[in-house]
């Protein structure tokens, strides 16, 4: 049994093979081009575990770049993909929280991972992984510092989410010499504000799950928790979740042999 879910997502191009019981991971760069970005990742995959691609018996395309993906059998929505596969790495989530390069949503789910309701948040920048790496930059850091950078610091309060009008605010706060832990700390805190204004719409939950490239700050977590008033769990892999609930949708939708 050999099937691929493969997530051409705006940062990151992700891909999960499952070969048999065992689940395979991989993830590069998306670049300018998501049809060459999800061709190359999916055939490094393969070639990783020694197979070809007239091997595979199902593959299913999701994230922004779905639709460029010739080789792909079907092409599944994000949100049903990152549901699917929030749930197989926390089994009884009920709401998940994704935040990834462009966009940030919160779906809620039953069980079995099928989408209940979702809100999300695709027409602003603010709050975005996007938005994360600006302003990282901004600060003289990578993106994957943030975390560190903010862990144990109070939140500045922040007068601006809009991205274009926070970049500046940052720096101007920087300037008149603001510690950056604590500029940080206050963007996490603006971020997870937005997350629980959707969270709040759509009503009580009793485990979150939080996936995507951004879960991967745990500075981000913590924010998430202090707002919502409830534990957030990241799982392992949880920047894979979009591409494991493709390989998922895929294995059901493999021919009977
Ligand atoms: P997309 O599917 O849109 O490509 P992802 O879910 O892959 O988005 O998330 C990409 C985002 O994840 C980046 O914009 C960045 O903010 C964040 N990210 C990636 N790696 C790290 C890391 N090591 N630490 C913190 N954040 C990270």
Redesign the pocket.
């Known amino acids: 049994m050999l099937v691929a879910g493969v997530?051409v997502?705006?940062?990151?191009?992700?891909v999960v093979i499952i070969k048999d019981d065992a689940f395979y991971y991989r993830?590069a760069p998306?670049g300018w081009s998501p049809r060459e970005a999800g061709g190359q990742v999916f055939r490094e995959a393969l070639s990783a575990l020694g197979c070809a691609a007239e091997q595979v018996e199902f593959v299913v395309g999701t994230?922004?770049g779905r639709v460029s993906l010739s080789f792909a059998d079907k092409a599944v929505t994000e949100i049903t993909c990152h549901a699917r596969g929030a749930a197989h790495l926390v089994p009884g989530s009920s709401m998940v929280i994704?935040?990834?390069?462009?966009?940030s949503k919160v779906i809620k789910i039953d069980n079995q991972g099928q989408v209940l309701d979702f809100a999300m948040n695709d027409k602003c920048a603010a709050g975005?992984?996007?938005f994360?790496?600006v302003i990282a930059a901004s600060l003289g850091n990578d993106?994957?510092e943030?975390?560190d950078l903010a862990a144990g610091k109070s939140p500045l309060a922040l007068n601006s989410m809009c991205a274009v009008f926070a970049e500046s605010e940052v720096i101007g706060l920087l300037a008149s010499g603001h510690d950056k832990g604590e500029i940080v700390s206050g963007l996490h805190q603006s971020i997870a504000r937005r997350i629980a204004s959707m969270v709040g719409r759509l009503g009580h939950s009793h485990q979150v799950t939080f996936t995507?490239?951004?879960a991967?700050?745990e500075s981000m977590r913590r924010s998430l928790e202090n707002v919502l008033g409830m534990k957030v769990i990241v799982p392992e892999h949880c920047?894979m979740a979009?591409a494991l609930g493709a390989a998922l949708i895929a294995r059901k939708h493999r021919p009977e042999k």
């Open positions: 997530d997502g705006s940062v990151a191009t992700k993830t998306t994230g922004y994704d935040i990834g390069g462009q966009d975005t992984g996007r994360l790496q993106v994957s943030l975390s995507g490239g951004v991967r700050n920047q979009g």
